[in-house]
């Protein structure tokens, strides 16, 4: 088991007019973390800096931090930090840093990019959660009721949903709950594929 987060937040500080504007995501890979920073970076043409710190898997095994220009260590090690502080993995947390006309050294740096994603995380909400499998089951209109029936009574997370043609269902799966995928292969026309 390990702590995450199952929505995103928003966090806030000012200091000397700079505005630095946190936020909190749940991540599985760097490819979200890449989504993410990309879009805050084009949400924020005015911005001077997005600094931001991430950790990924359960055993909190892959992360990385960046100043993105500021001084050295003012910026993202304190975001990383603040991923340490809540025991939190799988999460990206950015600031978005919007300069007042005022420097505020290094010290003042490091509270302000703490600050902004502490509340980030604050307002997020935090779970427990575990290593997961990704699967994709595909099955009849007939079977929909029954498949359904089997996804809500477990802890699988819905990715993706595809109702046109033939229905279609991108799952996450908790370890721990993997007999879910037998119960499934049981339906008659039910096809389950590994992603």
């Known amino acids: 088991m390990f702590r ?5 937040g928003e ?3 000012k200091e000397k007019g700079s505005k630095f504007l946190g936020y909190a995501y749940p991540c599985s890979d760097t490819n979200q973390v890449k989504v993410h920073l990309e879009r805050l970076r084009k949400e924020n043409p005015g911005c001077v800096h997005v600094c931001y710190a991430y950790c990924l898997g359960s055993k909190k095994e892959a992360y990385r931090y960046s100043d993105d220009g500021e001084p050295s260590n003012s910026a993202g090690a304190p975001l990383y930090g603040q991923i ?5 993995t799988n999460v990206l947390v950015a600031v978005v840093r919007y300069y007042g006309g005022t420097n505020l050294g290094v010290g003042g740096l490091i509270n302000a990019y703490r600050s902004a994603a502490k509340e980030a995380f604050e307002n997020s909400k935090i779970i427990d959660d ?3 499998n990704i699967i994709q089951v595909s099955f009849s209109y007939e079977d929909m009721p029954f498949v359904m029936n089997a996804v809500k009574a477990s802890n699988c997370i819905i990715l993706e949903q595809d ?3 033939k229905p279609r269902l991108k799952l996450s799966i ?5 007999s879910l995928i037998p119960a499934l292969e049981k339906i008659d026309g039910v096809v389950i594929a590994p992603l």
């Not at 995450?4 to 995103?8: A, D, G, N, R, V």
């Not at 340490?84 to 939190?88: A, G, R």
């Not at 908790?174 to 993997?178: F, G, K, M, N, T």
């Open 11 to 13: 966090g806030f500080y």
């Open 4 to 8: 995450t987060l199952s929505t995103s």
């Open 130 to 132: 575990e290593d997961r």
């Open 84 to 88: 340490k502080s809540f025991e939190l």
């Open 174 to 178: 908790p370890i721990s709950e993997l």
């Open 163 to 165: 109702f046109e043609e």
